[in-house]
Structure formats: structure tokens, C-alpha cells
């Protein structure tokens, strides 16, 4: 891991207080004042919790769609795959990685899925046209091998259900061949197929952006409300103990944002756990191809997040409910480049190359910067599914020799070791610039976006584990031309030592790794500051920095 010199650190800094000097020439006091007033300060108290961190948080999420199944996870005949057919090397990356939840098969794909195509002997299984992405399915992977590889990459499953081309009843009886032990239709089928004991899957989501009209079976919001509640009523028969998601909005973008999640929980409110949110950025139209405005729109989603809880707790109101409902973020990532009609057809094919987008460095920095966003929501939000994990709008990249890590695996990855414990309420000090109207997104017929006003050069975000005796902070620098400053001051816990501080960044904002360069962008270390009650962190510019300490 290459480290950025202090050297160098120090002559990023100099010039940039010799701009500000040449800029501001009020003599020693005025320079003096200015230059405390670029640092953001902080204070940490580990009693101040959002939340105790539910791991679910940094799930993902494997599509049955281009090369994210076959030829990704699954690959029987390649000399990297296990008698199953799994590939071990990715299955080892994934589980090394600590990934706590996997969605699956979709996505849009699962509106069109009949689950009962993907079961029994694979030599029965028929080879079916996919409709959501005009893909050949041959059904060798299902729901048995999707159960099978969660136990060995060590995840728990998220399993989605068809409620476009589907039924309620056989979204039930799909919950019965999942968890019913046996003596039942459903059960005896899957000890039938060879699976003796219950998968005990726990965590549903009903259906799938049932909101957009590219959904097959596409759905007005009263129509799918009721839908939903009818199926979570039975599928609870089956198992009181389920997790049942809503399908919400598709995104602000849709001209329903809002109201379609009003509508549908006026239907389901007392039937579901949680309602979903989706969301895909790109440095493109919205941002008008401007980092200091993509680097921003963590905030869109924070804004995106806060809107959803209102529309829960208002029909909570309406309906004098008890539970109050939490949010599965089940889909979210950059994704611009790899769509439209070209990158989102399958021809037909089986295993096709669609939605392989190329990640940059400045992608890796929002990334970053989208799960501060959801740490800080994480008293509501409490799963979330980077969207996806393998080829498709992914951190992790195949081919037939090995693995590679996109830019974005960094960020993802430093949550996933490092957030533990509980995420702290912080309250950072400091300047800021402003992002003011944003263009169309993408998906959007017409519509433009709000701006997000103020946006502070430093994102912080901080968990503590008071059992391991340590602390986390996670900082995105969205200043583009200048290291900054974080002063934090330490209630409560005082770090004894820093035990790793790693940090992405660099020159080329849109450089990326592939197979043949895999290492243009890697974390380099970064030299912490001296443990204690009171310290000073150097952050370079376009920056996304984690940080461990013992406390
Ligand atoms: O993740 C890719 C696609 O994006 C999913 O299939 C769909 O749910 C969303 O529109």
C-alpha cells in the first residue's frame, strides 16, 4: 500500500496557504483567523448514538442478470469453480469481505421469474427468455444454489418476489418450500429435491419497483398496496417471524415519488416491517458532469431518506399505528454510464455483458460518501443493499482467471470492517459551498432536481464499539483543490492509539482499474496524528478517508 508522504501533504497545504495569503493580505491576524475558519471541527462523544448498528446496513445485492450469476458467482466447468459450480475465488473475496445480506434474483428480472422453473434437477429445468432484460435463462441456478452459496460466502439471504407476472399464492407457497420443516405440499417438494432441513429464509421483499412502467406487471399504487398486504398475510400464516418489505417508490424522479408510498402503505401499513428506497447517481445531466456537485448528491439521498420517513410516519399517524416502520435501501450505487437500450438488452443471450459499468476514482469518493449518508440514518434505515456486488453495477469484477476490485470495493469494503458498534451523533463545523439547482436525472422525463444548498467540504461520519474499545471515522474531502483540516475533540473516550487510517485518492478523478491496470486506484496510508483527547486530521483533497482507533 503506497503512502502519501507528509512531504507531500505539506506542500499541498503550503500552497494553499500561500493562495489564501495572496487572496486575503489582512496582515498575520487576519491570515491567522482565515485559516482556522477552512477547519471543520467535531466533537465525538461516544453516548451520543444514532443507533447500535445493524450490520444489514452494507448488504448487496446479485441480480439474475448478465454475468452477475453466471460467469460471476456460478461458472461450472471453470477450474476456479467447486463441484457446485460456484466460483471459489469470488465466493472467498465476498466472504472475506464480511458481506451481511445478499438480495436476490432481482431486481426486475424477479417480476417475471417463475421460482418454480429454478428447482428440482437441473437437466428438467426449461431454458426460458427473460423479459425484463431480454436475456436466455437456462434456470441452472435458483433458489436452492442461491441458498447453498449464502451459507458458503457466509451471508444471509434477501429473496425478492415476482408480484408482477406472480401470484400472492405462489409467493406463499414459495415461503412454504423455504421454511416449512415438512408434511406439506410446498415443504415435501423441496425435500424432494434433496434440501431435507428448512432454508429459515427471514428477510422479503414485495416484489420489485412495481411503481415504474418498465415493470412487468407494472401496478397502480392502491392495486399493489393491497396486493402486498394480501400476500404478507399469508406468508405470515407460514411464518409469523418474516420480514416483509414493501416495494416504495422507485426514486424522486418518478412523477408518483411520495404519493405512491402513501397510497401503497395506506393498504399495508399494519402488514409490512419496512418500506424499500431506491437510488442510482451519475456524474452526468443531474450534476451537469461538475465533482463538486456529484460529490454532493450523498446529501440527495439523505434528503431522499428523510422524505420516506415523513411519508411512514404520517400514515403511522392516520392509522394511530403502534410500529413504526423501517426503510430497506435495497438498491443504491453510481450507475450512469452502463444503461440505456444498448447496455440494458441481452439479445438473447445467455450470460450477457449489460450494466457493466467502469467505476472511477470520483465514483469511489461518492460511494463513500452514500454510506456516510446511510450511517447517519441508520436509526431508520436499517438494510441496505449496494447495488450490485459482482459484474453487474458492481465492486467486484470477473473474468475466467480471477477477481478485480473496482474502485468502489474500497469504500464498501471499510465499512464493512470498520463501522461496528454503535454510529455516533456528530454535529461537524465548517465551511462549506453552495450546490444550487441540479439538472434531470436520469430516468427522468423533464423533471429537474432541488439543490442541496449548503454542502460542507468535510462529510464525517463515527461509529464506537464500547466491547472491542474501538472507534471508526469515515471522512469524504469534497474539496477538489485543497487538503482540509478535522479537529476533533474526544468526549467520553479517549483514543489510545491510531490503528489504521487509510485513504483514496489522487490526481485522475476518472481513473479506473482493470484487469490489466487493477491498481490505479488503491487506498494508500495516510499519516494519522498523534492518539489523544484533541487531534488534528489532514485530509488531501478529493478524498475518501477511514480511520480506526483503540480507544
Ligand atoms: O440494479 C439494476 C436494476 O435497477 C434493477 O433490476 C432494478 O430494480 C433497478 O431499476
Redesign the pocket.
Known amino acids: 500500500m503506497a503512502k502519501i508522504p507528509r512531504r507531500r501533504f505539506l506542500k499541498q497545504t503550503a500552497v494553499t496557504s500561500i493562495a489564501l495569503a495572496a487572496g486575503s493580505w489582512r496582515g498575520r491576524a487576519g491570515f491567522a483567523q482565515r485559516m482556522e475558519s477552512t477547519a471543520t471541527r467535531v466533537v465525538v462523544d461516544p453516548s451520543r448514538q444514532i443507533s447500535t448498528l445493524d450490520r444489514r446496513l452494507f448488504g448487496s445485492?446479485l441480480?439474475q442478470?448478465g454475468r452477475a450469476i453466471y460467469t460471476g458467482i456460478y461458472e461450472p466447468g471453470s477450474p476456479r469453480a467447486d463441484s457446485s459450480g460456484f466460483r471459489t475465488d469470488v465466493t472467498d473475496e465476498i466472504r472475506s469481505m464480511g458481506v451481511p445480506i445478499v438480495r436476490w434474483p432481482?431486481?426486475?428480472?424477479v417480476s417475471g421469474y417463475h421460482w418454480l422453473d429454478g428447482v428440482g434437477p437441473k437437466r428438467d429445468r426449461p431454458r426460458v427468455l427473460d423479459r425484463?432484460w431480454n436475456t436466455l435463462e437456462t434456470n441452472q441456478f435458483g433458489t436452492n444454489e442461491f441458498l447453498t452459496w449464502c451459507k458458503l460466502a457466509n451471508t444471509e439471504p434477501l429473496m425478492g418476489m415476482n408480484f408482477g407476472t406472480g401470484s400472492a399464492e405462489m409467493a406463499a407457497a414459495l415461503v412454504e418450500y423455504c421454511n416449512v420443516d415438512k408434511g406439506t405440499r410446498w415443504s415435501d417438494l423441496r425435500r424432494q429435491h434433496g434440501y431435507e432441513a428448512p432454508h429459515n429464509v427471514k428477510y422479503w421483499c414485495l416484489g420489485?419497483?412495481m411503481d415504474?412502467p418498465?415493470q412487468i406487471g407494472h401496478m397502480v399504487a392502491a392495486e399493489y398496496g393491497r396486493k402486498a398486504a394480501d400476500a404478507a398475510r399469508q406468508m405470515r400464516v407460514i411464518d409469523p417471524s418474516l420480514k416483509l418489505i414493501a416495494c416504495g417508490s422507485?426514486g424522486p424522479f418518478m412523477t408518483t415519488y411520495l404519493d405512491w408510498d402513501r397510497q401503497v402503505l395506506e393498504e399495508c401499513y399494519n402488514e409490512v416491517d419496512a418500506i424499500s428506497l431506491?437510488r442510482?447517481f451519475g456524474n452526468s445531466e443531474e450534476t451537469g458532469g461538475d465533482t463538486t456537485r456529484y460529490l454532493a448528491m450523498n446529501l440527495a439521498m439523505d434528503r431522499q431518506i428523510e422524505e420516506i420517513i415523513d411519508v411512514c410516519d404520517l400514515v403511522r399517524g392516520l392509522k394511530r399505528a403502534q410500529k413504526r416502520l423501517w426503510l430497506s435501501f435495497d438498491?443504491w450505487n453510481v450507475?450512469y454510464r452502463a444503461r440505456g437500450p444498448i447496455a440494458d438488452n441481452g439479445h438473447r443471450q445467455e450470460a450477457p455483458h449489460l450494466?457493466e459499468e467502469p467505476y472511477n476514482l470520483e465514483d469511489a469518493l461518492l460511494v463513500g460518501g452514500l454510506i456516510n449518508s446511510l450511517l447517519r440514518h441508520s436509526d431508520r434505515v436499517r438494510l441496505a443493499c449496494l447495488?450490485?456486488l459482482v459484474n453487474?453495477?458492481a465492486p467486484l469484477m470477473t473474468n475466467e482467471n480471477g477477481v478485480l476490485r473496482n474502485t468502489i470495493y474500497y469504500p464498501y469494503a471499510w465499512a464493512l470492517q470498520s463501522a461496528r458498534g454503535n454510529v455516533l451523533s456528530l454535529v461537524p463545523e465548517g465551511p462549506a459551498y453552495e450546490v444550487g439547482r441540479l439538472g434531470r436525472p436520469l430516468g427522468a422525463g423533464g423533471t429537474t432536481m432541488p439543490g442541496l444548498g449548503r454542502v460542507p467540504y468535510l462529510d464525517v461520519t463515527a461509529t464506537s464499539d464500547p466491547e472491542g474499545k474501538t472507534a471508526a471515522l469515515f471522512v469524504l474531502n469534497r474539496d477538489l483543490e485543497k487538503p482540509r483540516e478535522l479537529v476533533i475533540d474526544w468526549q467520553g473516550a479517549t483514543p489510545t492509539k491510531v490503528t489504521s487510517a487509510q485513504v483514496l485518492t489522487g490526481t485522475d478523478l476518472k481513473a479506473v482499474n482493470t484487469f490489466d491496470t487493477p491498481k490505479r486506484v488503491v487506498p494508500q496510508s495516510l499519516e494519522p496524528p498523534k492518539a489523544g483527547a484533541h487531534m488534528t486530521f489532514q485530509l488531501p483533497a478529493r478524498s475518501y478517508t477511514a480511520i480506526t482507533l483503540a480507544t
Open positions: 445485492f441480480e442478470l432481482g431486481g426486475n428480472f425484463a420489485n419497483e415504474g418498465w422507485s431506491h442510482y438498491e450507475w450494466l447495488a450490485q453487474v453495477i
